[in-house]
């Protein structure tokens, strides 16, 4: 009796695993059209974080939708950067993939040691410096909306004190809050920020501490450099002010969300497709903002904020697509009070990539 | 420092806090019955999106709960069918649950991901929670069926020959513990940070079963235990918003410190801690041996 049954089950077993080969299998066909290119992703977090990846994701779809059957798109998420990182971007390009977004800073160099091994494959690697032959960089001048949101904190706070939760210490968070606060010193000259670093990109439940923290200690809007839309919340809840990250998070918090600085890839992953379809790609450094619509402010909480400070964070909109506003015009002096940029000039794109150092009056240190 | 900012300090410790507790508190009682279950990380995050998912479809706070509860229930079911029927290995069970875990609750959550929903206030999970650690404290030294799960626990042999069901106890013990996971993921999702989003609960769950070893089995020093990890995370924090000058990478430690020290100051004894771990701990259990 015994023995029938394991027989039994290890036919359901054969059965059921041929009928998933079928299956994929079946998929892979449908899928392999000869002159279609694959187009790969590696994500950091999930799609659905309503934030950095799925702004990613939003890209990748309209992408896809844009360029129809020429190509087919696979994601990886969840892909840690570490050397795990590694074995998914392998997997991608292994796998017949003709172009490969890596959309994380610490993909950097685990991005380069694949691209080295498939010099056929082509890599994008998103807020990234080092560039290879078959590597791109591109980014966005997020730093652009955090002068606009900068600017509307300076006015709207009454406790002078703005709480900056933030993940990891690399040029594109410090600019960030280096823009941020010039733009709030310039409109306020008593503000202060506080700043915690959570040493993470996605933790719902270790944002939502840094930003009870952060209320806690007099801080009356919450500024987020990290992933999920709990900060957000946690103002919500405690009924201060903030600011949405990556994506409009309006929805998650209607009394609390300001704006937020929107990422819009879609229109770059099509040009870069459409690229390698064509057979024109070449590897470049790309680093759009305002003007070429890669960087958008969600629209403005009218709730909240009076339509005279939407028009102003409007004109700086305009300014900056116009190039009469900059977001880093001197005098800029370091913490040290040292002039970093002079009067009359701007900080080069040299500078703000590698930037490592707060600008004078924000209390603290980078972290090393 | 005034005194609302330390009240306001003490609040977000208890609201950082108690998903380590009940997750805590949970293994504790599985662990003292000989079974050790690696899936706690699992067992939350399905408690999360089960409760969060009935939620948005129902609106009912209670539905969300029994469901989260019930979710519990059937995944440390399975588990317990695997390791004390089949005499699975615990440890490799436990982390194919976390595996799995971990993807089911992706999966279902998906569609789900993103929904604005009203949160549940955490202060009665708070309360709850330390009733919760009286209530096993109690039961694990004070009450028969207690001490008959201790046995269990330290030697399943000699409480088969006394008549004991152990492998029933350990059903109990082990559908306790993902209940109690359920229960930890359940307020993440619900009122600690009122959200669904995949691997939300970012790891408290290895944290908890780390607890339950740091309090030698003993649920009093595990509220202890939590509220040291919880208090030094929030207090790093605040130091770093006051602006205390600091290097990051001290800030990153300063859990870790603290857990080092207290290890080393609980193993610094050995016969406690010899006494207090179950014997039978992560040993299979034949019934006809």
Not at chain 1, 97 to 120: K, R
Not at chain 1, 151 to 157: L, P
Not at chain 2, 111 to 126: C, E, V
Not at chain 2, 226 to 240: P, R
Request: charged share 15%.
């Amino acid at each position: 009796m015994k023995k029938q049954s394991l027989v039994l089950v290890v036919i359901a077993a054969i059965v059921v695993i041929a009928g998933i080969f079928f299956i994929t299998n079946q998929n892979i066909q449908k899928d392999v059209s000869d002159d279609q290119k694959k187009i790969g992703f590696i994500y950091i977090g999930p799609p659905g974080d309503h934030g950095w990846t799925y702004m990613h994701d939003v890209g990748r779809q309209y992408l896809e939708k844009e360029l129809g059957d020429s190509v087919s798109t696979t994601y990886i998420e969840n892909v840690p950067e570490n050397a795990d990182a590694v074995r998914s971007i392998r997997k991608l390009a292994e796998s017949g993939h003709d172009l490969i977004f890596t959309t994380s800073f610490n993909y950097m160099d685990q991005t380069l040691e694949v691209a080295s091994e498939f010099p056929d494959v082509k890599f994008e690697h998103a807020t990234g410096f080092k560039r290879a032959d078959n590597v791109s960089t591109y980014s966005a001048r997020f730093y652009e909306g955090r002068t606009v949101i900068g600017h509307i904190a300076g006015k709207m706070t009454k406790t002078n004190t703005i709480g900056y939760i933030v993940s990891f210490p690399i040029p594109e968070v410090i600019r960030g809050i280096n823009a941020f606060y010039l733009a709030a010193s310039k409109v306020n000259p008593d503000v202060k920020i506080k700043i915690i670093w959570v040493y993470s990109w996605y933790d719902p439940g270790k944002e939502a501490d840094a930003a009870n923290t952060l209320i806690n200690q007099g801080a009356d809007i919450i500024v987020q450099h990290t992933d999920s839309y709990a900060p957000c919340q946690a103002a919500e809840k405690a009924g201060v002010l903030a600011f949405g990250q990556a994506s409009n998070q309006e929805a998650f918090c209607p009394n609390a969300h300001m704006t937020a600085i929107e990422d819009i890839w879609g229109p770059y992953y099509a040009a870069k497709a459409q690229a390698v379809v064509d057979g024109t790609w070449s590897s470049e450094d790309t680093w759009q903002g305002f003007k070429d619509g890669m960087v958008e402010m969600s629209p403005y909480n009218e709730k909240l904020l009076s339509s005279d400070l939407i028009a102003e964070a409007k004109a700086i909109e305009e300014g900056i697509e116009n190039g009469t506003i900059h977001s880093f015009e001197g005098p800029i002096y370091n913490q040290a009070g040292e002039l970093v940029v002079k009067e009359g000039e701007v900080a080069d794109d040299g500078m703000l990539a590698s930037m490592m150092f707060y600008v004078q009056g924000i209390d603290g240190e980078v972290p090393q | 420092m005034s005194i609302e900012l330390i009240i306001g300090i003490l609040n977000i410790v208890l609201i950082s806090t108690t998903p380590l507790v009940f997750a805590g508190i949970g293994e504790l009682v599985t662990e003292k019955s000989g079974v050790l279950n690696l899936g706690l990380e699992g067992l939350m995050l399905v408690g999360a999106v089960t409760g969060f998912i009935t939620l948005v479809l129902t609106g009912n706070y209670f539905y969300s709960l029994f469901l989260s509860i019930i979710s519990g229930v059937i995944l440390s079911g399975i588990f317990a069918f695997l390791v004390l029927n089949l005499m699975t290995n615990q440890i490799a069970t436990g982390l194919a649950l976390t595996i799995f875990g971990i993807g089911l609750s992706a999966m279902l959550g998906k569609k789900f991901a993103g929904t604005p929903i009203d949160g549940l206030n955490p202060y009665y999970f708070i309360v709850i929670s330390f009733l919760l650690v009286f209530l096993v404290g109690y039961f694990l030294s004070k009450t028969k069926s207690g001490l008959i799960v201790r046995a269990v626990g330290e030697n399943h042999n000699s409480a088969y020959a006394l008549g004991y069901n152990v492998i029933k106890t350990r059903y109990l013990t082990i559908i306790f513990g993902g209940v109690m996971s359920s229960l930890a993921g359940y307020y993440i999702s619900i009122c600690y940070a009122p959200m669904w989003q995949e691997g939300m609960t970012a790891g408290r769950g290895w944290i908890a079963l780390a607890l339950v070893v740091f309090a030698t089995w003993k649920p009093w020093r595990l509220l202890v235990g939590a509220y040291i990890f919880g208090g030094v995370a929030i207090m790093q924090m605040n130091l770093q918003a006051i602006g205390v000058k600091l290097p990051g990478q001290f800030f990153n430690m300063m859990p870790y410190i603290a857990t080092l020290i207290v290890l080393v100051f609980i193993s610094s004894n050995k016969v406690r801690l010899k006494l207090s771990a179950p014997s039978c701990l992560n040993i299979p259990y034949e019934k006809n041996s």
